[in-house]
């Protein structure tokens, strides 16, 4: 569980730094790059640990998975309620079929 939660604060830190700016489009780009990466270092503080203490239980491919699917719910919420995005049936079933694929990663066989 403590790698989901460190994957989940890390993945909420890297959503912000690369699409948080997206609202201040009058901004200087230099200003929005410095500002992302100084995000950016804040996730790599919970994205290595996250890693490195989920390694002992799952693969690699795992891991990737487990931050993937986190990734889209974290950016479904900061699509909705940050940048006021619409939610589309497609997305849905994108993401379903994202879904069926952590079914196969993570299935004994």
Request: charged share 15%; proline share 2%.
């Amino acid at each position: 569980m403590k790698t989901v939660i460190l994957l989940t604060v890390s993945n909420v830190f890297m959503t912000f730094a690369w699409y948080g700016h997206l609202k201040y489009k009058t901004s200087p780009l230099w200003i929005v790059v410095l500002i992302s990466w100084l995000i950016a270092f804040a996730e790599y503080c919970f994205q290595v640990p996250a890693n490195r203490i989920g390694h002992y239980r799952y693969s690699a491919a795992q891991l990737k998975t487990i931050q993937e699917v986190i990734t889209l719910v974290v950016f479904t919420v900061f699509s909705l309620f940050y940048l006021k995005e619409e939610f589309r049936w497609n997305y849905a079933v994108g993401f379903g079929l994202i879904i069926l694929a952590v079914f196969f990663i993570f299935k004994k066989w």
